[in-house]
């Protein structure tokens, strides 16, 4: 078998815009022809994959799947909302939401088999990038489970069974009536959905935030120029308002508008014959956080 220098790779890494590890691979695979080797990686949609990974994936759905007492949110981005109706996508984000419920992070999720392909996740997805001609990307998961109790999800701007926009999972511990923590679960979702907390409950608040807040609450208290005792009960009073906004127990329950999360919770406790607990959520919205042109 032919050396392949590093600088044959270098060169067909150049004209192909591949993986160093693929180029590689592909001038093995053909004695080191640099022409054959371009065509191999062609044929496996390496090449076209590879050109179009600098362009920026922000639409996309967030896929749902879940199972038990377990469920799990998926990621995945294409350049346009048009790509994220075909169907040929669709499928490709519900298999792997599925995947995703053994999956311990994303990595392994890419590093999945794919079913009926002979491929991985990761493998699936080049070729399908190659197909369809956009860029797209495996960006995040999120999986909650619960010994005892509901997993439950909610899709908002659904484009299909599971699928959507926005993607919310919230995780109850109870040994309530199934059905209603069921029913519960399914309204805290389209709550978190609609809401938007950062936090589950204040102790869960990163630390340094509050400390942000609290800092600028009191430069804004001071500028009434009033005393600092005063200041100071102005100050607590706003963080009160800070944490229903952003604290998912101490916001307002959108289901009626009227009453806080914990509060409902509380209600739905007696109802179900036991104690329910909240432990844990998870919202993910298309393309959050991704810089657009």
Same mark, same amino acid.
């Given at each position: ?9 270098? #060169?067909?890494?150049?004209?192909? &815009? ?12 053909? &004695? ?26 922000? #639409? ?5 799947? /879940?199972?038990?007492?377990? =469920?799990?949110?998926?990621? /995945? ?5 048009? $790509? ?26 890419? &590093? ?49 069974? &599971?699928?959507?926009?926005?993607? $919310? ?6 040994? =309530? ?14 709550? /978190? ?16 935030? $509050? ?16 005393? #600092? ?11 009160? !308002? ?11 329950? *959108? ?5 806080? *999360? ?7 406790? !007696? ?7 909240? *432990? ?14």
């Amino acid at each position: 078998m032919a050396e392949i220098s590093a600088a044959l790779v270098k #060169e067909l890494r150049e004209k192909t &815009g591949a993986g160093m590890m693929d180029c590689k691979k592909a001038l093995s695979e053909t &004695g080191g022809d640099l022409e054959n080797a371009f065509d191999w990686l062609r044929k496996k949609g390496l090449a076209a994959a590879a050109k179009k990974a600098g362009r920026v994936a922000a #639409e996309g759905l967030i896929g749902l799947a /879940v199972e038990g007492t377990r =469920g799990a949110l998926v990621e /995945v981005n294409t350049e346009t909302d048009f $790509v994220a109706r075909n169907e040929q996508f669709q499928s490709f984000v519900r298999e792997v939401t599925k995947l995703a419920l053994g999956a311990d992070s994303l990595d392994a999720l890419a &590093g999945a088999a794919y079913p009926g392909e002979g491929k991985t996740v990761a493998e699936k997805l080049t070729q399908l990038i190659a197909t369809v001609g956009e860029n797209m990307t495996l960006r995040r998961m999120a999986r909650l489970s619960v010994s005892r109790g509901a997993v439950a999800g909610y899709v908002h701007n659904a484009q299909g069974p &599971g699928l959507g926009r926005i993607g $919310v999972l919230v995780a109850i511990e109870s040994a =309530g009536d199934a059905a209603k923590l069921a029913a519960l679960g399914k309204q805290l979702a389209m709550h /978190v959905a609609a809401a938007s907390p950062q936090a589950l409950d204040i102790k869960s608040i990163d630390p340094a935030a $509050v400390e942000r807040e609290r800092a600028v609450l009191t430069e804004q208290a001071r500028a009434s120029g009033r005393p #600092e005792e005063i200041i100071a009960k102005m100050v607590e009073g706003r963080l009160r !308002k800070f944490y229903e906004e952003v604290v998912l127990l101490e916001q307002t329950y *959108v289901i009626d508008n009227e009453s806080k *999360v914990k509060a409902a919770v509380a209600a739905a406790s !007696k109802e179900a014959g036991a104690a329910i607990e909240i *432990v844990g959520f998870s919202r993910l919205a298309v393309g959050e956080g991704i810089q657009k042109e």
